[in-house]
């Protein structure tokens, strides 16, 4: 089986000369639920955003799907960007629409153009963003305003938006770092169900190891904006965490 993404020395030096990825390479099976781990500032979300092109890498290749994203004119990276979903920290949810309609939005960038700017949806695609509400429970609060919802409501919400463009692959950037622990552990288990039951490979930054001992199926430990760790999430013994955390840290148990 061919890797599904495949990161090969990639570097990102920002215009400060922070060098925030150093020639970091990774590979992704399809099906996989990776963490990627490490302190504030270790490259986490700068690796995210590479990896979509939403930052451009200074150097460095990532393939997805065979494809080398980093040479792809924009037209082309905008229909290879369908297939990769975003969920952010901040959920990016317009507040003032219901919550059906952010969901329905996600699909926008497979719809005509004509039919994206009036907003139109066929039942069919109504169909499709209920079906993704009740994966995440949250069918019931479809007339409602997103705003109107806690939190860890409104990140389902975005999990339901990012399925309905049918990605082959979710990005999360930090999805639990604003919410609460029993919140956390809600949205952590409706992105294992999209993993386990709809088969979507997901890289997740994390920062909690007990979630990526519970939830995921292997990480990837950044620092200084290298990898320093790649292995199962149970091969992260206190020798391991110390050295990707620092000799004064501890972990914090998410209940």
């Known amino acids: 089986m061919d890797p599904i993404l495949e990161v090969s020395h990639l570097h990102k030096i920002y215009d400060s000369g922070v060098h925030a990825l150093s020639d970091v390479s990774l590979k992704v099976m399809p099906g996989e639920f990776l963490a ?21 890498p200074s150097n460095g290749s990532v393939k997805f ?29 317009i507040k003032r629409h219901t919550v059906l309609k952010n969901v329905l939005s996600g699909g926008l960038g497979t719809k005509p153009t004509l039919s994206s700017v009036a907003g139109l949806y ?33 990140q389902r919400v975005a999990i339901a938006r ?23 552990h809600s949205v952590m288990k409706y992105l294992e169900e999209v993993n386990k039951k709809l088969g979507k490979t997901i890289l997740c930054n994390l920062h909690f190891l007990s979630l990526v001992l519970q939830y995921t199926t292997r990480v990837v430990a950044l620092k200084g904006g290298s990898i320093v760790f790649e292995g199962r999430p149970e091969e992260i013994n206190e020798e391991w965490f110390k050295r990707i955390y620092g000799e004064e840290a501890a972990a914090v148990e998410i209940h």
């Open 36 to 56: 990627i781990i490490g302190l504030s500032g270790s490259g986490k979300s700068t690796l995210l955003r590479c990896i979509n092109r939403l930052i451009e």
């Open 122 to 154: 066929s039942s069919e695609e109504r169909d499709k963003a209920y079906a993704y509400l009740d994966m995440v429970g949250l069918a019931e609060k479809a007339l409602k305003r997103a705003d109107e919802l806690s939190g860890g409501q409104q």
């Open 162 to 184: 990012a399925l309905m463009q049918d990605p082959d692959m979710l990005l999360a950037d930090e999805p639990v770092a604003s919410l609460d622990p029993s919140t956390s």
């Open 65 to 93: 799907e065979g494809v080398e994203m980093t040479k792809l004119p924009q037209t082309e990276l905008r229909q290879m960007r369908r297939k990769i979903g975003m969920i952010f920290q901040q959920f990016n949810l």
